[in-house]
């Protein structure tokens, strides 16, 4: 289930790049009534100076709540392309590698969803 988070978000800033561009795994929000944790691992925050750009991942099996955030491989396969135009413009040899190492990480984790599907627990919260 998505959030409107607002503002007053309160988490762990996890990555700063040279350019203070931040990432923060965001944690707790204050409410009329307090303060609510919210999933570990679902929401982060990406700073870009005074704007702040949310990712919120998928909460619960898509078969019972319905596709309601992003996935890891929808996220590594928007990285792959970006990669692959930004080497198209800038080849290099550190791009190359990036580029295949998250090809890599995205056919991993297709291979864990194809094996859970072999187990019958995809779409569960079962190891």
Partial sequence: ??????????GTE??????????GHAE???TDNGKE??????FYNVQLGSRSVGIDFQH???KQHGVNGVTS???LAILIHRTK???GNF???ENKRAISYMENALALFEQRTRDRLNRGVEGQNKA
Avoid at 1 to 10: A, E, P, T
Avoid at 37 to 42: E, V
């Fill in 1 to 10: 289930m998505s959030k409107n988070l607002g503002n007053d978000v309160h």
């Fill in 14 to 23: 996890i990555h700063t790049d040279h350019n203070g561009v931040s990432v």
């Fill in 28 to 30: 707790w929000f204050h």
């Fill in 37 to 42: 944790d919210l999933d570990h691992g679902h």
């Fill in 60 to 62: 619960g099996p898509v």
């Fill in 73 to 75: 491989e929808a996220l």
């Fill in 85 to 87: 135009v930004l080497n």
């Fill in 91 to 93: 080849p290099c040899d």
